[in-house]
C-alpha cells in the first residue's frame, strides 16, 4: 500500500489539506447577496450564543451555546458589496437610489468588526465536495483554493445587466448607473427631454419595473413596453386576473403597452433605435432596454451528479445536497440556485440563508459532543415547500398576490410592502447591517425605549 506523500498535505485538492489544528469549524459561503448574506449574519449570531428568531417555530433552541472551537466564516463573491437587485430598476433609474443600494462589505458595522469573517473577491471554478476543497480566481486572474467543512452555495442566477451590476466594485457600478440613467433622460436627470422615447422589451417582473419606474420619476418620457405573449408576466404560475390587472395598472401609470407581437432592434446612424414588430408596425425609439433574457443558475462549477436538467441544485428539505456527491450532507445550496416550489424571491432567499446556517451550527454542535457525552443531539430544521406568491412594483402603485392572502393592488399597498426604495430600508433591518458612517457616537449617555419589531422581507 502507497502511504500518503507528506507533500500532499500541502496540495490545496489533497484531502490532507482539509485537516485543521486549529480547530474552527470552517463555513465557506459562495455568494452574499440576500440567501448567502442571511447565512452569514445568522451564523455570526449562533457563534456568538445569540441566535436568532427563526421563521420557523421548530428551528433548533441553542439556548445560546457557544461551539468549544468557534466558527470561521469565508465568503466568496465577485463584488465587494451588498446589492438590493429587488431595487434595480429604482437603483438604475434614480441617481440617489443608485448611490444607495449598494453596501459595501467593508462599510458595514456589522461586517467590518467581525474577526471570523473573511471576505474574498473572485470567480468559483471548481468545487472539488470529496476534498472539500474550491478552486477560485482572484481578480488578478490568478488561481486560488480554499479549503472548508461546510460550504453554502448562495450564487444565484447568473442574470443580464440592468437587472444587475454588471460590475464587481462600488466604484464601477456608480459609473454604469450613471450613464445608464443618463441614456434614460437623454442627459440631466434633473432636466429629462419632453417626449423622449423609451422602449423597454419583454413583461417579466423586471421589464414591469423598469418601464413603471420610468414613467412614475420621469413623467415627460414616452414609455413603451412590449411583450411577445399575450399577456404579462407569461412565464409565472399566476392566475389571468393577476396578469390582466397588472397591464391595467400599468396603462393607469402611463406606460403604452403593446403584446403579442416580438420586437427586432436596430440601432440606427443617428444613435436612434428602430423597433420592428411582428406586426408590422415600427417604433422608434432613443433607448431601448432590453429584458428579455432568462438568468441562468450559476452551478457549471459543481459536479453534474447534484444537479437537475435545469443546472439546479437538488437538495433535501433541510437544505443539504442530496445523497449524489461524496460528503453532500456537509454541502447546502439557499435561494435562486437550488430547484424549489414558488416564485424565486429575496424573502424566500434570506429565510433558506437562516435555516441553512441553523443546520450548519447545530451539526457543529452535534459534532463536538460526539464522544461520549449525554448532550441532546440537534435536529434539522426542515423547510416546507412553498405556494407562489408575488410582490410587484408598478410606478406608485404595488400589487401583491397569494393564494391565501389573493390579490392587493394600489398605493397603500406599495408603501406597506415596498415603502419608496422597493423595501431596501425594510431589508436593511430585517438582516441587521447599518453603515459606518450612519452611527453616530452619542455626547452623553441617555435613556432610550426601543420598541422592537419584527420586518417582513420584502421581496
Not at 120 to 135: C, F, Q
Amino acid at each position: 500500500m502507497r502511504l500518503q506523500a507528506i507533500s500532499d498535505v500541502f496540495n490545496p485538492i489533497s484531502p490532507l489539506a482539509n485537516l485543521s489544528l486549529s480547530a474552527p469549524h470552517r463555513v465557506l459561503v459562495v455568494g452574499c447577496a440576500y440567501g448567502g448574506l442571511a447565512a452569514v449574519v445568522n451564523l455570526l449570531d449562533c457563534d456568538k450564543g445569540k441566535a436568532r428568531k427563526s421563521y420557523y417555530p421548530d428551528a433548533p433552541d441553542f439556548k445560546e451555546t457557544k461551539s468549544r472551537d468557534g466558527v470561521e466564516i469565508t465568503v466568496l463573491d465577485e463584488r465587494d458589496g451588498y446589492f438590493h437587485s429587488v431595487g434595480a430598476p429604482l437603483a438604475h433609474t434614480v441617481p440617489k437610489h443608485t448611490v444607495n443600494m449598494w453596501k459595501r462589505f467593508s462599510r458595514t458595522n456589522e461586517l467590518r468588526s467581525e474577526r471570523n469573517l473573511k471576505f474574498k473577491h473572485g470567480s468559483l471554478k471548481r468545487v472539488d465536495p470529496e476534498a472539500k476543497v474550491v478552486e477560485w480566481l482572484d481578480r488578478g486572474g490568478k488561481t486560488q483554493h480554499q479549503a472548508y467543512d461546510y460550504l453554502i452555495m448562495a450564487t444565484g442566477l447568473k442574470r443580464h445587466w440592468p437587472a444587475v451590476p454588471k460590475s464587481g466594485s462600488y466604484e464601477e457600478y456608480l459609473k454604469d448607473g450613471k450613464a445608464f440613467v443618463s441614456k434614460i433622460v437623454g442627459g440631466d436627470p434633473r432636466r429629462p427631454q419632453e417626449g423622449r422615447r423609451v422602449i423597454v422589451i419583454g413583461a417579466g417582473a423586471v421589464g414591469i419595473e423598469f418601464a413603471g419606474e420610468i414613467k412614475f420619476h420621469y413623467p415627460s418620457v414616452n414609455v413603451t413596453l412590449i411583450h411577445s405573449r399575450d399577456q404579462l408576466l407569461s412565464s409565472e404560475p399566476l392566475p389571468s386576473d393577476v396578469k390582466d390587472k397588472v397591464k391595467d395598472m400599468l396603462v393607469e401609470e402611463g406606460v403604452d403597452v403593446v403584446t403579442g407581437n416580438r420586437a427586432a432592434i436596430t440601432e440606427l446612424p443617428n444613435g436612434e433605435f428602430e423597433v420592428k414588430l411582428a406586426n408590422g408596425n415600427v417604433l422608434i425609439a432613443d433607448f431601448v432596454i432590453d429584458s428579455t433574457r432568462k438568468g441562468e443558475p450559476t452551478t457549471d462549477p459543481l459536479p453534474e451528479a447534484c444537479l437537475n436538467k435545469d443546472k439546479e441544485i437538488k437538495v433535501n428539505l433541510d437544505l443539504s445536497f442530496q445523497d449524489t456527491i461524496p460528503n453532500a450532507a456537509s454541502h447546502f445550496g439557499v435561494g435562486d440556485v437550488v430547484e424549489w416550489s414558488g416564485i424565486k424571491r429575496a424573502g424566500s432567499a434570506m429565510v433558506m440563508g437562516q435555516a441553512a446556517a441553523h443546520n450548519i451550527y447545530a451539526a457543529i454542535l452535534n459534532s463536538e459532543y460526539r464522544h461520549g457525552s449525554p448532550k441532546e443531539q440537534y435536529k434539522s430544521l426542515k423547510l416546507n415547500k412553498w405556494e407562489p406568491v408575488i410582490g410587484i412594483a408598478i410606478g406608485k402603485q404595488c400589487l401583491t398576490w397569494g393564494s391565501e392572502g389573493g390579490m392587493k393592488y394600489g398605493v397603500e399597498v406599495m408603501q406597506g410592502y415596498f415603502g419608496d426604495d422597493l423595501g431596501w430600508a425594510g431589508n436593511l433591518k430585517y438582516i441587521g447591517l447599518t453603515d459606518v458612517e450612519e452611527v453616530k457616537e452619542p455626547q452623553k449617555p441617555e435613556a432610550i425605549n426601543v420598541d422592537v419589531q419584527e420586518i417582513s422581507a420584502a421581496a
